[in-house]
Each structure stands twice: as structure tokens, then as C-alpha cells.
């Protein structure tokens, strides 16, 4: 009996150090696994949740439809990139013009979205992506019944109506600081211009000639363009804070080369500019 029960223990005793082995080796397989992969799927970091600032207010670039949502040619564009980053989440937030660029600054919104040209007190303050989205051809504008008004030197003694912190701003107070300030500037975002070219209470403004052209033929703004290109700079970008570093830019310009090569940037722009961004 003795010689018997020995056998047993022995027996039991060499299965058990034979599973411990294997345990140990599934449990070597296992770590293998997770250090190739980098994480197990379960545990994937959630993507990083970027805030977009834009101004619902420019009819086919941002703002609501009759249904009451955000979309227009920036917007998708926005949106479309998103789409091409899974490690980021985009998520907008409407705010009037002025207050993007403070809400960038403040940290409440991670880049803009709004049609932006650069110019050189903005690059002072701002990091802007490399890639353009549209192109930018800035011009005077007038109701369509003005025949007095042919260039930029006929506004002396005029009222000039410019949305605040624009290029189109920057372009009429550089004008008026070389000219002896012969422009009366007032400020408006170009739905209020639209309407008060109408009335005849200010003369002209300066505008994007693609954005003029679609405010005539969506909201008939009855805008005539005037004069040459007053535009140094060419394109549009999108607006970031310089102390966050150009990585999410990088990315961001990315997804735009890989939107110009494949069609998805003219096919947006199309559909909603009525052109090619370019």
C-alpha cells in the first residue's frame, strides 16, 4: 500500500509541475502579444476630442440649413477630415466672427474654421496650416446700381462696411494709414453689408470674390465687383494656436493633400462654392 500510494503522489505531482509549465508558457505567449501590439483592443486609447470654432453666418461656407444644421463648404471639409484622422473627434462650436479668435486664444476651441486668409499680423499670432482649401481674390464690391465707384482710390469720403479682424479689415486700415485715413471704416459681418449696401447707408466693402459671387447667387446680394485683386496673399487655411505645435496641423494638412488628389476637395467645393477650390 505504501509503494501504491507513493506512485500516486508521484504521479500527481509531476501532472501538476506539467500544467504549471504550460500555465507559464500560455502566460509568456500572452505578454508577447501585448507588447507587439501595444494595447489589447479592449483598451484603445479614445480619440482626442478637438473643438472647432465657426460663424454660422455665410450662406454655402457655414451655416444652418432649413433644417436648422451646420454644414456649407468649410463645414464638410471640416467634417470630411475628420473622417480621415480616427485619432482625433472634431466637434463644432458656433460663436459670432470676432469672438473665434478670442475663444482660440482663451483654449474653448482648438482651431477655426471660417474661411480664413492670412496676413501678417495674424501669422503674428497664429499658427496656420500649410495646405489651402480655396483660393482667395479680395476685391471692393458695391450694390450693383453704383456707377461711381471704379477702384479702391475712388472710396475717399466714402463709408466702407468690413467685417472686424479680417483681411478685408486689415486691407482698408493699412489703406487709410497710408492715405491720411480718407475712408470712414464701420464694421459688420457681410450679411449686415449686404443689407446696408442695399439702403445706401455705407458705399462699398471688400470681399472675397468667390464668397461674392455666392452671396449673389444664393442670398441675390446684388454685389458688383470693382477694381483688381487687392490681395497679397493667396488661399485659405484654417487657424491654430501657435504654442500647441504643428502636429494636429501636420495631420490636418494630410488629410487635405490626400482630399486634393483623390477629388473629394472639388467634388465639396462644387457642390457647394459652385467651382474648384482652385
Known amino acids: 500500500m505504501r509503494i501504491l500510494n507513493f506512485k ?30 501595444g494595447s489589447s483592443p479592449s483598451n484603445e486609447e479614445k ?10 453666418v455665410i450662406k454655402n461656407v457655414s451655416f444652418l440649413d432649413d433644417a436648422g444644421k451646420l454644414t456649407g463648404y468649410d463645414v464638410e471639409v471640416v467634417r470630411e477630415i475628420d473622417r480621415r484622422l480616427p ?3 472634431f466637434e463644432f462650436e458656433t460663436m459670432d466672427f470676432p469672438n473665434l479668435f478670442l475663444s482660440l486664444e482663451a483654449q474653448k476651441i482648438d482651431f477655426i474654421a471660417m474661411h480664413l486668409e492670412q496676413n501678417e499680423e495674424r501669422r503674428t499670432k497664429y499658427l496656420f496650416n500649410k495646405e489651402f482649401y480655396d483660393s482667395s481674390e479680395l476685391l471692393v464690391a458695391v450694390n450693383e446700381s453704383n456707377t461711381s465707384i471704379h477702384s479702391i482710390d475712388d472710396l475717399k469720403g466714402k ?22 485715413n480718407e475712408i470712414k471704416v464701420i464694421y459688420g459681418d457681410y450679411t449686415n453689408a449686404v443689407n446696408q449696401l442695399k439702403s445706401g447707408r455705407v458705399d462699398a466693402t471688400v470681399i472675397d470674390s468667390g464668397l461674392a459671387k455666392s452671396l449673389n447667387r444664393d442670398a441675390n446680394a446684388q454685389l458688383k465687383l470693382i477694381g483688381e485683386n487687392l490681395h497679397t496673399e493667396s488661399g485659405v487655411y484654417f487657424a491654430f494656436r501657435q504654442k500647441d505645435g504643428s502636429v494636429f496641423s501636420n495631420a490636418v494638412d494630410e488629410a487635405l493633400k490626400a482630399m486634393k488628389e483623390d477629388g473629394t476637395l472639388t467634388k465639396l467645393a462644387e457642390q457647394w462654392l459652385k467651382r474648384d477650390y482652385q
Request: overall charge negative.
Open 159 to 180: 463709408t466702407v462696411i468690413v467685417p472686424p479682424s479680417t483681411s478685408s479689415a486689415a486691407l482698408v486700415e493699412k489703406y487709410n494709414k497710408d492715405h491720411q
Open 8 to 37: 500516486n503522489i508521484l504521479i500527481v505531482s509531476i501532472s501538476l509541475i506539467i500544467a504549471s509549465s504550460l500555465t507559464g508558457c500560455g502566460a509568456a505567449n500572452n505578454e508577447a502579444v501585448t507588447s507587439v501590439n
Open 47 to 56: 480619440p482626442q476630442l478637438i473643438k472647432v470654432g465657426t460663424s454660422a
Open 87 to 89: 485619432q482625433y473627434e
